[in-house]
């Protein structure tokens, strides 16, 4: 029984065409995924469905629900459709809840907006049993319990409780994990799932991440700048893939690279022993200042000519380490060395060692200042160099670098808005690249890019490998990514390393329980290499 | 909007050049009394009218002009001087005994009103324009040390101040290099609002007599002057009212144009 | 909850100290002998030293600063230089007049700049929010006392609804006090109440945009319902800030507004005692004024947490 119907619908706003011509069906207790990279319209495609869309939008085409027709409906009508008969789940749990209201205020106002009859009392009951179903008891997590004393996955609980109190017939969720660790994605994806299957609830599921999509749905669309390019049952599409486009992402999205073999010589960098504390805010106003311990007793070392990677959820301080290393922050104990020498001494860092490292970021878009252009922000880690090269020996390093990474050395006199999220990265890889570290720190270097850009990027750090020898530390939550451009891998939580070894074998035997769950909880595509070619 | 930046820099143009050709020609000598034709509504002759001695008010207006845009400018300039390096540096150090002294003393200074630093200061030294400069002066150092280090703040958890550590700069110059020019547009579009805010609050304290002195004309002590005179000569009142109203409006015209073709997302204080 | 009350206690109190030492070195310490300057040039060094004696200026400055702060703990401000009667005497009327004019022009300002910023939030663009958005920007370049001045011209001297000026005091029963006050306090709170009015409004268009109230939207809650339930208490946050900022401006302002309409309020007073070089009514309502304010600005931090359960459960 078809539940919700999207009959060629079109969009634009201020004349920009955003959506083109879609058409696409949910039926009662079906998942079905929306897929594609940024810019495909997948998500604007769920607020048509809601009807909540910004102002200035031109529609055509129909959306019906149930009958109703969506599309034709006014204002009034529409509320009473929103949260009784859709509900919907947003991508940042850490801002989609109101931050001055309790949880049960939120919950309950769903039940009562929709039918005033319901007394305070009833509302609470119902959202006491709401909050039960979506994981959250009471004895644990009271009404009166805020927003910021939750954490990211409780909070994304809330708002599905508050999506589905009414038990809607469709849920929409847009990208309800990707702001999620992977273990609690892994339980939000189960609850979502058994939440469709219960009710006979229509699900529909905007996500860029493949893996989950092949694990999730029922069914596929995926979408490319405002078109459906393919759609179809998951399993009759992920065998028989037509669309250059489709065969293309997923291949992306299990991109493997091959390095170049390595014969590690003598030890690069060296940690030893290292703790790192943070104090926290006084609970009491005569009470010691407790600490919190975000590094705790760390040791490993990376050899010359290694790929390491080092996996943790949010939080395991990895961030914290990082910045360590690169001798950003002062630790509390222990030593981190470069070649023998301590990045850290005297209370300064110590900028020998620091011209041996450089450090890649995630946020193409706030790694640069936008005020300056391209040559003068690669070249910045120069300042790092005794005797920096000047006039031609400096272009020469300048064109040098941008053509190692993929770019021309006209780009140089570029601003950086003028660049795309991969070209950006591709900039951030040569100013790394442009003192020749011995060492270079890849801070989820990737984790911000599309699968198509992503497996672009993986492609050149093989590359550059071959080419300078690279060593390098690869920081990452995605499992998938650092089984395939490391060598060794270190597994990190609550601060400290549980477990490390060869990469192949850590991910085939993994022997901390941790490890374990961290890979049983990714999800992985499956296996499309006939598909695909 | 292109229209607000535009009326507004012409209304400010307007009072500058006034200002600034009063120092070579005005329609009569601000300064000479004329009893005989004393409290003329506006006419042919004296274009806004004559004061209860007679003197020109058009004349008097824009020599006014001098004394509060010279006031308020002077005033911006000790406030950015001084809140401008304080407020980088306490975002350079955010979180220590430094940051906090200067937030603390920041704090301070904002709960005596420009115009209690004015009554403490005339009370030890008597009044005058450069009392009035340096009250303002010291109130505008907390609004701008504010804003910078809140601004401040947020760029240095930008990835890009992170990668000039990285290449080993200095807190000192990545603030100037990095940081000062990215908060230039705020501190412009800031440093217009308070501009404005230095007309009033110069024209305040003249009309309360802790501002400039006879016989130095501005635009408060004539508001003063004409205060007895309401009900027979309102010209009085109006003129210069009119002045400060429509300076005060160019220049806040002038800051929203310039936050809007500068950066819409600038968050400016107005209190 | 608690222990946020008491270390923004405890930050007032630091404030209040330092603040007075900043007053009383300013006025007692840094222009040289007060009695000197009451005594003039040829004062006699015997008419000199009895004054001195008598006003407790023979003693060191610290011991002087510590007797300063612990007389006012007390209720005793001294005695003024010129009157030879209490400061606490002279201050406490004036007190009757000044700060229920500034309370009067803060609650008018906020019933005219709610409404207007919530209007203008409401109709973003339209012909509503333009309109009232220029009104604003008139309102902000008037200054308070020209337009005081105008009111009295209109209001008082034109129509005659209202005195021009003077206060005959709160005796004669609450509303005829307060009908005193409504012209100095239109005067005082239209201004303020154009810059509060657009904080509301930017503030409101700040919090529509977050992700939270799409959640709203989404659970079915109308506009209108979304922006009373969820817009109104996240948008009062910075509202709030710049109403505690406007208080100082409020009774800064009622000290130049008091010469305008003739109010026997602070102002006048402190005209009149820096005219007369007495000095230790200055310190004293100098104080009293940077009281005030640091006292408002604890209850906006504590109005803070009442608005944001994050400040309560946080440090």
Redesign the interface.
């Known amino acids: 029984m078809t539940l919700l119907e999207i009959k060629n619908l079109s969009l634009s706003i201020h004349n920009i065409d955003i959506l083109d011509n879609i058409t696409l069906s949910v039926g009662a207790g079906e998942i079905v995924a929306i897929t594609g990279e940024s810019g495909s319209g997948k998500s604007m495609t769920a607020l048509a469905v809601?009807q909540?869309l910004p102002k200035g939008v031109t529609t055509t085409g129909q959306i019906i629900l149930n009958d109703r027709v969506l599309t034709e409906l006014d204002?009034?009508d529409l509320?009473?459709?929103?949260?009784?008969d859709i509900?919907?789940v947003?991508q940042?749990p850490m801002?989609?809840?109101?931050?001055?209201?309790?949880i049960g205020q939120q919950v309950t106002?769903?039940i009562r907006?929709?039918d005033r009859s319901v007394s305070r009392q009833e509302a609470k009951n119902r959202a006491v049993e709401t909050l039960n179903r979506v994981g959250l008891p009471q004895d644990q997590f009271p009404l009166s319990r805020?927003p910021?004393?939750l954490s990211g996955g409780q909070r994304q609980r809330v708002?599905i409780a508050?999506?589905i109190a009414l038990r809607p017939r469709l849920l929409i969720a847009d990208e309800p994990t990707t702001a999620l660790d992977v273990t609690t994605q892994g339980q939000i994806l189960n609850l979502l799932k058994k939440l469709a299957q219960e009710g006979g609830m229509g699900l529909l599921m905007i996500t860029h991440d493949l893996a989950v999509v092949a694990d999730m749905a029922d069914r596929i669309v995926v979408m490319r700048a405002g078109k459906i390019v393919e759609q179809g049952d998951t399993n009759h599409l992920l065998q028989n893939m037509q669309h250059p486009y489709t065969k293309m992402l997923f291949a992306a999205s299990g991109h493997q690279v091959s390095l170049p073999p390595i014969t590690p010589k003598l030890p690069l960098l060296e940690v030893k022993g290292v703790v790192r504390e943070y104090r926290l805010?006084r609970t009491?106003?005569f009470s010691t200042p407790r600490t919190f311990r975000a590094v705790n007793d760390v040791s490993f070392s990376i050899r010359r000519g290694e790929r390491v990677g080092l996996v943790g959820e949010s939080g395991c301080g990895k961030s914290t380490l990082t910045r360590a290393i690169l001798g950003l922050d002062q630790v509390q104990s222990g030593v981190i060395s470069v070649d023998g020498a301590p990045v850290f001494s005297g209370g300064h860092p110590n900028l020998d060692v620091r011209r041996k490292m450089q450090v890649v970021f995630q946020d193409p878009f706030g790694s640069f200042n936008p005020r300056h252009r391209v040559d003068r922000l690669i070249t910045e880690p120069f300042h790092l160099l005794a005797d920096p090269p000047k006039g031609t020996a400096r272009t020469r390093a300048i064109d040098e670098a941008l053509l190692a990474v993929g770019l021309t050395p006209q780009d140089a006199n570029k601003y950086i808005h003028e660049f795309s999220g991969g070209q950006r990265q591709r900039i951030a890889i040569a100013r790394a690249l442009i003192i020749r570290p011995d060492l270079i720190l890849f801070d989820e270097a990737v984790s911000a890019l599309d699968v198509s850009v992503r497996a672009q990027i993986l492609d050149l750090l093989a590359e550059l490998c071959e080419a300078y020898n690279l060593t390098y530390l690869f920081i990452s939550h995605d499992l998938s990514v650092v089984r395939t451009i490391t060598d060794r891998v270190l597994v990190m939580k609550s601060g400290k390393i549980v477990e490390h070894g060869e990469t192949t074998s850590v991910f085939e035997n993994p022997r901390h329980p941790y490890t374990r769950a961290l890979i049983a909880a990714a999800p992985v595509l499956p296996d499309l290499s006939q598909a695909i070619a | 909007m292109k229209r607000n930046l535009f009326i507004g820099s012409a209304l400010t143009a307007v009072f500058i050049l006034a200002a600034l050709i009063s120092f070579v020609w005005t329609p009569f000598d601000h300064a000479v009394l004329n009893i005989p034709n004393k409290l003329q509504t506006p006419n042919g002759t004296h274009l806004l009218g004559t004061d209860h001695f007679g003197r020109d008010i058009l004349s008097m207006i824009m020599v006014g002009a001098r004394t509060s845009i010279a006031v308020a400018l002077v005033a911006v300039g000790i406030g950015m001087g001084l809140g401008v390096p304080l407020g980088l540096w306490a975002a350079a150090r955010q979180g220590s005994w430094m940051d906090e002294l200067i937030m603390?003393g920041n704090?301070?200074v904002?709960?005596?009103?420009?115009?209690?630093i004015a009554?403490?200061i005339?009370?030890?030294f008597g009044a005058g324009a450069v009392n009035a400069i340096i009250a303002i002066g010291i109130f505008n150092i907390p609004v701008f040390a504010r804003i910078t280090r809140g601004a401040a703040l947020s760029l240095w958890q930008r990835e890009f101040i992170l990668a000039a550590r990285v290449a080993g700069k200095s807190t000192g110059r990545i603030s100037v290099e990095h940081i000062l020019p990215n908060v230039t547009n705020l501190l412009i579009v800031q440093g217009t609002i308070q501009f404005?805010l230095g007309i009033?609050a110069e024209?305040?304290l003249s009309?309360?007599?802790l501002g400039a002195q006879p016989p130095l004309p501005s635009w408060g002590r004539m508001?003063a002057d004409?205060?007895t005179m309401?009900?027979i000569a309102?010209h009085m009142?109006l003129v210069?009212?009119f002045a400060?109203?429509?300076m005060?409006?160019g220049l806040?015209?002038m800051g929203?144009g310039l936050r809007d073709y500068l950066d819409p997302r600038l968050r400016v204080v107005?209190? | 909850m608690l222990?946020y009350t008491?270390?923004r206690l405890l930050?007032l109190l630091?404030?209040l100290a330092?603040?007075s030492l900043?007053?009383f070195v300013?006025?007692e310490v840094?222009?040289g002998d007060p009695a000197s300057f009451m005594l003039g040039m040829n004062a006699q060094p015997e008419t000199l030293a009895a004054l001195r004696s008598e006003l407790g200026l023979d003693v060191p400055k610290v011991q002087r600063y510590f007797a300063w702060v612990s007389g006012m703990l007390s209720g005793d401000f001294g005695t003024s230089y010129t009157y030879r009667t209490p400061v606490i005497d002279m201050i406490s009327g004036r007190l009757w007049v000044s700060l229920p004019l500034a309370l009067y022009a803060l609650v008018l300002s906020s019933l005219i700049a709610f409404p207007a910023g919530i209007f203008a939030a409401s109709r973003r663009g339209q012909a509503g929010d333009i309109s009232v958005m220029g009104a604003t920007?008139?309102g902000?370049?008037?200054?308070?006392?020209?337009f005081a001045?105008?009111l009295?011209?209109v209001f008082a001297?034109n129509l005659r609804w209202f005195a021009a000026g003077g206060f005959i005091g709160w005796n004669n029963g609450f509303w005829v006090g307060l009908h005193a006050l409504t012209l100095p306090a239109i005067a005082l709170a239209l201004p303020q109440a154009a810059?509060l009015a657009?904080?509301m409004r930017s503030s409101l268009l700040d919090v529509l945009g977050?992700?939270?109230m799409?959640?709203?939207?989404?659970?079915?809650?109308?506009?209108r319902?979304a922006l009373w339930?969820?817009g109104l208490?996240?948008a009062l946050i910075p509202v709030l800030t710049?109403i505690g900022?406007?208080f100082?401006?409020l009774?800064?302002?009622s000290?130049?507004i008091e010469?305008?309409f003739y109010l026997p309020g602070l102002?006048r007073l402190?005209?009149q005692s820096?005219s007369a070089?007495d000095?230790i009514v200055?310190e004293s309502?100098?104080m009293l004024?940077?009281f005030s304010?640091?006292m408002v600005?604890f209850l906006v931090d504590l109005a803070y947490a009442v608005?944001?359960?994050?400040l309560r459960?946080?440090?």
């Open positions: 809601m909540l204002e009034p509320c009473n459709i929103r949260g009784n509900g919907m947003f940042e801002s989609a809840l109101n931050p001055v209201h309790t106002e769903t907006i929709h805020f910021h004393e708002v508050m999506a805010p009491k106003i | 603390r704090d301070l904002f709960a005596f009103p420009s115009l209690v009554i403490l005339t009370a030890i404005s009033l024209a305040g009309y309360v007599g508001l004409a205060q309401v009900s309102p009142a210069p009212g400060i109203i429509l005060v409006l806040n015209l929203d107005r209190a | 222990r008491l270390k930050s630091i404030s330092v603040a900043v007053i300013v006025i840094a222009p920007q008139l902000v370049a008037v200054p308070n006392f020209w001045m105008i009295v011209l001297i810059i657009r904080v977050e992700d939270f799409r959640t709203a939207r989404a659970k079915g809650l109308s506009e319902q339930r969820h208490r996240n710049i900022l406007q100082s401006f009774l800064a302002g000290i130049i010469q305008v102002g402190v005209f820096i070089r000095l200055v309502i100098v004024l940077v304010v640091i600005n608005v944001d359960p994050r459960s946080r440090t």
